[in-house]
């Protein structure tokens, strides 16, 4: 096989596996690292300790498979919708309602890298990572031509908007590269920044970590400041709301097809009561197998409290209005 011949079977063999959207580039050191170094300096990265480590691999790709000099990313979508809150319920973000997404992209993503070293050479080395690690994602997804980097930081597409997975196999296999995405499609519009209740983002294209509901629901160890609580909302884990109110979303965004994700539209609120009051026993045998294990028991059980006080106020404000 030629070299383009090898990136358009290793396409389709991305495309069989029930990905949505696969591009090609390289390792070359990201344009922002600056940025990222100012970010970290700043201590948006708030506790995720682990930013600070990765840093230097995330400035310099190709350090993370000493050989490896191409990027396949591959995108999966996880769109669904859901009805409205049931009353005492809190909500869970889109991706999370389910099997937890590391474990199923793992069996596609090694039927990928297996195909690649397949139709390589006897040193041909591949390996895939999926939310995990030092690799810069998003930055690798724009220069593979997938999309284009938004306003909330998020990787949108222009065909199906933001709410998608993304994830790569690093390999030595010599593949050309496809061009990469430069057109900003965000224009003038600051929707998500305008609609985020904590504030979370400075100015365009910088998240405070610290500020962020998914950040606080999810990555937050210990107590939450007060004057955050209350901007909480009803979200137990995650938030979908920079992303709900983007129009790429509104037009393009389509609901999941095939058995890729495990997910489940329907696990898109569960019952504040039931969370405060399972032990964690309860939580593993229900939870165990979602995201929502991260934050483990205490976690889960911090954010519903605070889900249920906003709940609560929501509900007594509502009624002062109709007396």
């Keep these: 096989m030629t070299p383009f011949e090898k990136a358009e079977a290793t396409k389709q063999r991305a495309l069989e596996l029930g990905f949505d959207a696969v591009g090609i580039t390289d390792l070359t050191p990201p344009p922002h690292e600056v940025e990222l170094r100012s970010w970290l300096k700043s201590g948006m990265a708030g506790t995720m300790t682990y930013m600070h480590r990765q840093?230097?691999?995330r400035a310099r790709p190709a350090m993370i498979l000493p050989g490896a000099d191409r990027a396949i990313v591959v995108s999966a979508n996880y769109f669904n919708s859901e009805g409205d809150r049931p009353?005492?319920?809190?909500?869970v973000a889109k991706y999370a309602r389910g099997h937890d997404y590391h474990k199923s992209l793992r069996g596609p993503l090694q039927a990928l890298a297996d195909f690649v070293r397949s139709i390589g050479e006897s040193d041909t080395v591949a390996r895939f990572y999926v939310d995990a690690g030092p690799v810069p994602e998003r930055e690798l997804a724009q220069r593979a031509g997938l999309g284009?980097?938004?306003?909330?930081?998020?990787?949108?597409?222009?065909?199906?908007?933001?709410?998608?997975?993304?994830a790569t196999i690093l390999t030595n296999l010599d593949l050309p590269l496809d061009d990469p995405f430069n057109l900003?499609?965000?224009?003038?519009?600051?929707?998500?920044?305008?609609?985020?209740?904590t504030d979370a983002f400075p100015r365009a294209r910088v998240l405070d970590s610290r500020q962020c509901i998914s950040y606080l629901t999810i990555e937050c160890a210990g107590d939450i400041a007060p004057e955050l609580q209350a901007l909480m909302g009803d979200w137990v884990f995650g938030c979908d709301i920079c992303q709900d109110v983007c129009p790429w979303n509104s037009k393009f965004a389509s609901p999941l097809k095939g058995d890729l994700l495990a997910l489940d539209p329907s696990r898109g609120f569960v019952d504040l009561a039931m969370l405060i009051e399972m032990d964690d026993a309860e939580f593993v045998e229900q939870f165990g197998h979602t995201p929502l294990e991260r934050p483990a028991s205490a976690g889960i059980k911090r954010n519903a409290k605070i889900a249920?006080?906003?709940?609560?106020?929501?509900?007594?404000?509502?009624?002062?209005?109709?007396?």
């Design 55 to 57: 840093a230097a691999r």
């Design 87 to 91: 009353d005492g319920f809190g909500r």
């Design 148 to 166: 284009w980097i938004g306003k909330n930081t998020m990787l949108i597409s222009p065909t199906r908007g933001s709410f998608t997975f993304l």
């Design 184 to 197: 900003d499609r965000c224009g003038s519009c600051t929707r998500c920044l305008e609609a985020c209740p």
């Design 308 to 323: 249920l006080e906003n709940s609560q106020r929501e509900a007594s404000w509502q009624m002062s209005q109709t007396q």
